[in-house]
């Protein structure tokens, strides 16, 4: 009789985003009284940046043609050419010595920190951001690292780091030493961007610990403050203790395109063992990389002009950003984040449950928005509101939010 992985039966209700479409398509089944904006999943709307779009076609010629028709690549860590325009562009000209073969491209920062689980023992003690990404915990309650689920919410074998107003959205050090710890910064969803101070901490303290920090930069391309480092390599002593993931997804629109890397400096050893030996076999066991069609696309996105057209649409969803963070300032909503991120983190008011204020949204404005409850018990009191949407639509939500309060 075959047995199933009942770590996954632990896992209350579904995936946070599914849960949101369900209601959003009951909703939709009663006919609403106006057009449906969403503002909350993380999608983008702009297309992809002409330079991009020429680079995809020229890549798909030549999978046309017999000369110059690509297979299987070498190994699924990806082509030499992007990982050194990555390499060049993302690393050294910071500063940072990042070499080629330290990086690996994958299909999705998502999927990376969650498979990264796998080159570590099961018996290691997780810390997560609280509220979180939902991924760093469902992945791991998979695994069954996670322990069980306490009445209010919790894992009992995670490290929780509450991130609020208090301690501006950063974790403070915790009293339990955990083996692994998710940093996400910028950070989804509360939009907070670390200092180099702040991750200073914890670099030192994992290093102390032989703790491996797991850094998701996916959104450091939003970073607009000299100050916030795009990096946790950036931080003297990274190297020994950080594991980074980035993506092409909010950066340049390839969402449905799917590109990302991770990257394990050579430096980075436990038990001495290399981690990224180990990344790198557990990859060409279970992956077989990224399209070559995708991955000259995403070489694209360094390119001058790519890099200028990238930096268009950035800017565009920053300035969306800020139209949803001043409508609800004068709304006397408090709104953080949306300054070095595309999240905009909203108090509820009067201390309504983060859930009533999304079914309120949706049924009286339909607009889409994220519960911050869906992202863990310090989410509570919170909905996050993305950036990403057309402009138009996004003055027309935040009219539309702002003449309910």
Same mark, same amino acid.
């Given at each position: 009789m075959v047995k199933v992985n009942e770590n996954f039966l632990k896992l209350p209700g579904g995936y946070l985003f599914p849960e949101i479409s369900r209601r959003v398509k009951a909703f939709l089944e009663t006919n609403p009284p106006m057009p449906l904006i969403r503002l909350g999943i993380g999608d983008v709307t702009q297309p992809?940046?002409?330079?991009?779009?020429?680079?995809?076609?020229?890549?798909?010629?030549?999978m046309s043609r017999k000369e110059t028709f690509r297979g299987y690549s070498d190994d699924s860590s990806g082509y030499d050419f992007l990982k050194e325009a990555i390499s060049r562009y993302d690393y050294k000209a910071r500063g940072v010595d990042i070499s080629p073969d330290e990086i690996n491209i994958s299909d999705g920062a998502k999927s990376d920190c969650g498979n990264i689980g796998d080159i570590f023992s099961v018996d290691? &003690? &997780?810390?997560?951001?609280?509220?979180?990404?939902?991924?760093? &915990?469902?992945?791991?309650?998979m695994a069954g690292r996670a322990g069980e689920v306490m009445p209010d919410g919790r894992w009992s074998n995670l490290v929780y780091l509450p991130c609020t107003e208090e301690n501006g959205f950063f974790p403070d050090l915790p009293e339990r030493v955990p083996d692994l710890i998710y940093i996400c910064s910028p950070n989804n969803p509360t939009g907070a961007a670390a200092t180099k101070e702040q991750l200073k901490v914890w670099v030192d303290y994992a290093n102390k610990h032989g703790s491996v920090i797991l850094y998701d930069s996916a959104y450091e391309a939003f970073i607009t403050d000299e100050n916030i480092p795009h990096s946790i390599f950036e931080i003297p002593g990274a190297e020994t203790c950080a594991i980074e993931f980035r993506s092409f997804s909010k950066t340049a629109g390839f969402t449905g395109t799917r590109c990302a890397y991770t990257v394990i400096p050579k430096a980075l050893e436990r038990g001495g063992v290399s981690l990224l030996s180990l990344w790198q076999r557990r990859q060409n066991t279970k992956f077989n990389g990224v399209a070559y069609v995708?991955?000259?696309?995403a070489e694209a996105v360094y390119s001058e002009e790519g890099r200028r057209q990238v930096k268009e649409t950035i800017d565009y969803y920053l300035n969306n950003a800020k139209i949803i963070r001043e409508g609800f300032a004068k709304a006397g909503l408090t709104a953080y984040g949306g300054v070095n991120a595309p999240y905009i983190w909203v108090k509820t008011p009067g201390g309504m449950p983060s859930w009533d204020f999304f079914d309120l949204l949706l049924k009286k404005a339909c607009v889409v928005t994220t519960p911050g409850a869906g992202f863990g018990p310090s989410g509570e009191g919170f909905i996050r509101v993305t950036a990403f949407g057309d402009v138009d639509a996004t003055r027309e939500a935040v009219e539309r939010i702002t003449s309910l309060l």
């Open positions: 992809l940046a002409p330079a991009v779009i020429e680079a995809m076609h020229k890549a798909t010629d030549e290691n &003690v &997780v810390a997560v951001c609280d509220p979180v990404y939902p991924v760093y &915990v469902d992945t791991n309650a995708v991955q000259r696309a």
